[in-house]
């Protein structure tokens, strides 16, 4: 391919995204423009479901490494909002063209953390993940780039179970959110009362308000209106949350008047991070590049979801390449802003499998206003004060439209003998050695994974902890060990002799 049909290939991508004239039922199509009224709702509203889970990851990686409340933490935060606005643009303009929006991966958590511990906290650690962050990017860019090569080796069943693990991973994560969130919750399991002295039963009402709200907006509401039930059940349900006392934590609204522009003033910017500091350490950047193969899989799986939800169609082999490789570029380009590594969020493929929006210009608009969220503190500040409850009420319907989906692609692709028993063995197995735990004598609930701590290889007890790894590797292995008919072959070919043996007289008889 010469650069000349390269750069026409490109310039043809970002022109489709703005070609035709503004209509609002082209909230439905992957190209053209929308009337500013509907794509900024629309558009906020693929960005709103992921806006909180965004910096969760930074929150509880910083907090282990003892340095949240830092500027290092602050600064990733900043850095996360802005790539994720940078990141889906150019996913939307260059990379896929599909309605893709990037964010913080959880995927990364559980090896930040033992990479983190293991360099001492603190500094040594920022600059250990980070280092071992822009290699794992350089790696994981270089191997998408050859997709089209060892695609060749997933077949259809494999992405169907992907997008089945996805869904089945976020289930918890859901149900956790519409039941208070684990501060909430821990709090009432502990002292049986909710920090903020409001009985319990209430913030399970103010679910209940969203999740109504959301279904009865879908119902009552004609149009294209009708697919914005997400973030009116979101705005419904945080005004009730608004109207109870102490519910809503506004106390991270608060400007510091003697220094307006910084973290907790009202202008500031994302930081490049000091690169004289950085540390690029063997065993981390070896176990960072294998997570981003696991993120690898993860994103074929969210865009085969994507694309058979919101576009009725699996993803050509250029879309998922370009999804791919993007996703690393992206993540070694957000280490150098201190941020985490991105990925393509599931949150993102619920609300297109609810409201069918795919329009890349309506979600173009709303990266931009991650962009713009991250020069502006309170506007980031403001979206973090909507309870656990008032997202889970919406979440759960987002969460479990994933799991649905890959149940009906597994449909789509046949229920035959050998698909079975893969998603049936890649389901137990799988996803199950991720919620297996043990009661031991002193009454203390461990995972059963945590057997790979004591023998002194935690990290690979890290890696299994990761149900759509393990669901991805027992499906491909089965995929292709297993026969596509069940039979052993030479018993299959005995027994079609035997019974040519026996027709054979029949046909001479009639003769």
């Known amino acids: 391919m010469s650069f000349k049909s390269i750069f026409t290939s490109l310039g043809n991508g970002i022109k489709s995204v703005f070609t035709g004239p503004s209509k609002k039922d082209n909230l439905f199509e992957l190209n053209g423009r929308v009337p500013i009224k509907n794509a900024i709702p629309f558009g906020i509203q693929h960005v709103l479901a992921m806006f909180a889970a965004n910096i969760t990851p930074i929150i509880i990686v910083f907090s282990v490494l003892g340095l949240l409340g830092s500027n290092f933490a602050v600064y990733s935060m900043l850095g996360a909002l802005f790539m994720a606005g940078v990141g889906t643009i150019i996913q939307l303009l260059i990379g896929a063209r599909l309605p893709i929006v990037i964010g913080t991966s959880f995927t990364f958590v559980p090896i930040f953390i033992t990479i983190g511990l293991s360099a001492g906290g603190g500094e ?183 694309c058979n939800a919101g576009l009725g169609r699996n993803p050509t082999g250029r879309e998922l390449g370009g999804a791919l490789t993007f996703d690393g570029f992206n993540s070694a380009i957000a280490a150098m802003f201190g941020a985490m590594p991105l990925t393509t969020f599931s949150q993102n493929v619920g609300i297109v499998a609810q409201t069918k929006v795919v329009n890349r210009f309506t979600i173009l608009i709303g990266a931009s206003f991650l962009v713009i969220a991250s020069f502006f503190p309170p506007i980031a500040n403001f979206i973090y004060t909507i309870p ?95 026969p596509d008919s069940m039979h052993i072959s030479f018993l299959h070919r005995k027994k079609k002799e035997e019974i040519k043996t026996e027709e054979k007289p029949k046909e001479e008889v009639k003769e």
């Open 124 to 306: 040594a650690a920022y600059y250990t993940i980070m280092g071992s962050i822009i290699v794992g990017g350089a790696f994981a860019t270089v191997f998408a780039i050859f997709y089209k090569w060892w695609g060749k080796i997933i077949k259809p069943i494999v992405p169907a179970i992907v997008v089945l693990g996805i869904g089945l991973s976020l289930l918890g994560s859901g149900a956790n959110q519409f039941f208070g969130g684990t501060t909430i919750l821990s709090q009432v399991i502990e002292h049986g009362t909710t920090p903020t002295g409001i009985p319990y039963f209430v913030y399970i009402i103010v679910a209940l308000v969203t999740i109504t709200v959301s279904i009865l907006w879908s119902l009552f509401i004609k149009g294209v209106w009708k697919n914005i039930n997400i973030i009116v059940g979101i705005a419904v349900g945080y005004i009730v949350a608004c109207c109870i006392p102490g519910m809503v934590d506004f106390s991270g609204l608060m400007i510091d008047s003697n220094a307006l522009i910084g973290p907790h003033g009202i202008f500031d910017f994302p930081h490049i991070l000091d690169f004289s500091k950085l540390r690029f350490e063997v065993v981390p950047c070896v176990l960072t590049c294998i997570c981003f193969i696991v993120a690898i899989v993860e994103a074929i799986g969210d865009t085969t979801a994507l």
């Open 388 to 482: 656990d409850v008032v997202i889970g009420g919406t979440m759960v319907i987002l969460f479990g439209s994933i799991a649905v989906i890959g149940m009906k692609s597994i449909s789509e692709i046949g229920w035959t003998d050998k698909n079975i028993l893969i998603v049936a063995i890649s389901v137990c197995l799988g996803f199950g050695i991720t919620i297996a735990n043990v009661t031991l004598s002193d009454n203390t609930l461990h995972m059963s994974v945590d057997v790979f701590n004591k023998l002194g290889v935690g990290w690979l007890g890290d890696l299994l902890s990761n149900n759509v790894l393990n669901m991805f590797v027992i499906s491909i292995i089965l995929s292709w060990a297993l």
